[in-house]
């Protein structure tokens, strides 16, 4: 008879191929960190547990300040989402080796907080490639790059090879933020997660990407109306993505024009309700503030609304409450 799989032998059995696998890579110790003293630079690869971690931030990432003990950080204050986004790869056995954690010849960390943050959170050894006997002055440089965005790494591994130039990579990024952030809505609360929650790995979105890509492509070789401001144009690019999923490119592109010219027939119809939804205006005749988040998750899920009921071939003479409903 066959032992049943359960939640606990799983883990058991995975615990049991990391301490396999991490056999390979030597304990990172202060002496071969200080090593680094010759000025030797000196690259392998070390398994770190999270309690040395946790000390390398402590006292290798913090200087004295004119001969106090007060302290400030030698690296950038942390960045609380690329930890996350490190401890999720970490989860999903996703983290890279290769990226490197770097040590100057004084001994102090030059590159590679985020990682030992994630260890350290996490609670899990990491092993990865160290190097040891850098430069100080290399810290300008390491602090002067920038990390590639999500429409380098997505241009690179996917988009360079669709039907889509270069030029279009920042809008589809764009536009893949505001799509996977309205799908995570939480509707209940109100809020809408992109200012929230919204903390999808490279892998996440580059599924999100595949599975859309067609609608993807569309939407960021159209040009909207120039009287859109960068936010309408990103929660219309949500809804015109969603309408090419559904029916495809004609009627996804009549909606479009309609949107920036509306149409001769009646305030009722729903193209002519999108564009008031898109230039309404408050009492003083302004136009709202669509930087305030209750805005943007009204307008988006009335825009949702809208574009149902044209693909219904349906009027729309008001929105009630109970009609604004995840799309």
């Not at 920042?170 to 799908?183: C, E, F, H, I, P």
Request: charged letters at 30%.
């Amino acid at each position: 008879m066959l032992k049943e799989k359960t939640v606990v032998t799983t883990r058991i059995q995975r615990r049991k191929a990391e301490r396999k696998f991490t056999k390979a890579f030597a304990k990172l110790t202060d002496e071969q960190i200080e090593a680094g003293e010759d000025k030797q630079l000196r690259i392998n690869f070390y398994q770190i547990h999270p309690k040395d971690s946790a000390r390398y931030l402590e006292h290798r990432n913090r200087v004295p300040k004119d001969g106090i003990k007060n302290y400030t950080n030698r690296n950038r204050r942390e960045n609380s989402k690329a930890t996350q986004n490190l401890i999720k790869d970490m989860a999903a056995g996703n983290f890279n080796p290769i990226n490197m954690i770097v040590f100057d010849w004084d001994g102090m960390l030059l590159d590679g907080q985020h990682r030992l943050f994630a260890s350290v959170k996490s609670q899990r050894s990491i092993e990865c490639a160290v190097v040891t006997g850098a430069n100080p002055e290399h810290k300008k440089k390491v602090d002067r790059n920038q990390v590639r965005g999500i429409e380098d790494v997505l241009g690179f591994t996917l988009w360079q090879n669709w039907n889509m130039p270069a030029s279009a990579w920042k809008k589809a990024k764009q536009l893949v933020r505001g799509w996977m952030a309205w799908d995570e809505t939480d509707y209940k609360r109100n809020v809408y997660s992109q200012d929230t929650a919204f903390n999808a790995t490279d892998e996440e979105i580059e599924d999100f990407c595949v599975k859309n890509q067609k609608a993807l492509e569309w939407v960021a070789g159209y040009v909207p109306s120039a009287e859109l401001t960068q936010l309408k144009r990103q929660y219309v690019g949500v809804v015109l993505g969603k309408m090419y999923n559904i029916a495809g490119e004609d009627k996804t592109l009549k909606f479009a024009r309609g949107l920036a010219t509306g149409s001769p027939d009646g305030k009722t119809c729903p193209i002519n309700k999108a564009r008031e939804i898109l230039f309404e205006v408050d009492a003083e005749g302004k136009p709202v503030n669509t930087q305030l988040r209750e805005v943007r998750l009204r307008h988006l899920q009335q825009m949702i609304c809208v574009a149902n009921a044209y693909l219904a071939g349906r009027k729309v003479r008001k929105i009630k409450e109970e009609q604004v409903v995840k799309g």
